[in-house]
């Protein structure tokens, strides 16, 4: 008698059709095993892996930058800074640090990379979905 209960047949997570697990892979096994779904399911589980982890990195980012602009501000005092240093976008700190401060332009740069950003993945996605479109016309013969 084989053991029925440890290995039932359960729904692939791409195709939804039903599969007899391999009872090597246990619970670990979450597609049928056609190589397609199992790519799919790779390319899934990478993009949730990265949106978690770009979660991570965003409430991370802004605390790191902060502090780092806070201890360099104290140890400007001792060290001349060169003036030459530039910002990410382009602007030259020194300037901006006078006018309105390096921790309130770091959180206005931030939310201007997040806003482009965003920008971006709207756009990509766009292309993607026309790319789709395109694919689907009747081909020219
Ligand atoms: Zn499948």
């Known amino acids: 008698?084989?053991?029925?209960?440890?290995?039932?047949?359960?729904?692939?997570?791409?195709?939804?059709?039903?599969?007899?697990?391999?009872?090597?892979?246990?619970?670990?096994?979450?597609?049928?095993?056609?190589?397609?779904?199992?790519?799919?399911?790779?390319?899934?589980?990478?993009r949730q892996w990265n949106r978690n982890n770009r979660d991570y990195f965003r409430a991370n980012y802004l605390q790191k930058k902060l502090a780092a602009a806070q201890s360099e501000e104290t140890s400007k005092s001792r060290t001349r800074e060169s003036p030459k240093r530039l910002s990410r976008s382009g602007l030259p700190l020194q300037f901006v640090q006078e006018v309105i401060g390096l921790q309130h332009f770091i959180i206005i740069e931030y939310l201007a990379q997040l806003l482009i950003r965003r920008f971006q993945e709207v756009l990509s996605s766009q292309v993607l979905v026309n790319a789709r479109k395109v694919r689907q016309l009747p081909r020219a013969t």
Do not use: S, Y
Request: proline share 9%; hydrophobic share 15%; charged share 40%.
């Open 1 to 46: 008698m084989q053991g029925a209960t440890k290995c039932k047949k359960r729904p692939c997570r791409i195709c939804r059709r039903w599969f007899q697990p391999n009872p090597k892979l246990k619970d670990r096994q979450m597609t049928c095993g056609d190589p397609q779904c199992k790519r799919e399911w790779h390319r899934k589980r990478c």
